[in-house]
């Protein structure tokens, strides 16, 4: 039987972010874990499924695209899900850096989100992603 909340991944170097997003979404009974770097976020996601990835792109001396693009290429990394009929990669990406339409829709992201940013607008994605993931055991 599936506990309540959904199973998260943080990338974000900002430890005083992560912590405070993190902080606000255990208090809705998600599970976080947090990477801080594009290397710890690839050992988690294969090591584990996450129902919804936020993703900040501004990693000291890496391209968050770069990294995204890699995940998508993996196929032992399996974080798609479908939404509306068509495969989305469950990533909300989280950066001061502007995100062309085009790009979110080539790497099928589920959205965008701008620093600063509410949030609210990162807990509607969680509450989201608890919905349609399937019962499992964690």
Same mark, same amino acid.
Do not use: C
């Given at each position: 039987?599936?506990? $309540?909340?959904?199973?998260?991944? +943080?990338?974000?170097?900002?430890?005083?972010?992560?912590?405070?997003?993190?902080?606000? +979404?255990?208090?809705?009974?998600?599970?976080?874990?947090?990477?801080?770097?594009? +290397?710890?976020?690839?050992?988690?996601?294969?090591?584990? !499924?996450?129902?919804?990835?936020?993703?900040? *792109?501004?990693?000291?001396?890496?391209?968050?695209?770069? @990294?995204?693009?890699?995940?998508?290429?993996?196929?032992?990394?399996? !974080?798609?899900?479908?939404?509306?009929?068509?495969?989305?990669?469950?990533?909300?990406? *989280? $950066?001061?850096?502007?995100? $062309?339409?085009? @790009?979110?829709?080539?790497?099928? +992201?589920?959205?965008?989100?701008?620093?600063?940013?509410?949030?609210?607008?990162? @807990?509607?994605?969680?509450?989201?992603?608890?919905?349609? $993931?399937?019962?499992?055991?964690?």
């Amino acid at each position: 039987m599936r506990q $309540s909340g959904a199973y998260i991944l +943080l990338v974000e170097d900002d430890e005083i972010l992560s912590d405070v997003i993190s902080r606000n +979404l255990h208090m809705r009974q998600h599970h976080v874990d947090v990477a801080h770097d594009g +290397l710890v976020a690839l050992n988690l996601l294969g090591a584990k !499924t996450f129902d919804l990835i936020i993703f900040d *792109l501004d990693f000291p001396g890496q391209a968050g695209w770069d @990294l995204l693009r890699t995940v998508l290429q993996e196929p032992y990394l399996h !974080t798609n899900v479908v939404l509306k009929q068509r495969w989305a990669f469950p990533v909300v990406v *989280l $950066s001061v850096m502007r995100v $062309s339409i085009q @790009l979110l829709t080539e790497l099928q +992201l589920l959205a965008y989100v701008p620093k600063p940013f509410a949030m609210e607008a990162l @807990l509607h994605f969680a509450a989201q992603a608890t919905t349609r $993931s399937p019962d499992t055991v964690r």
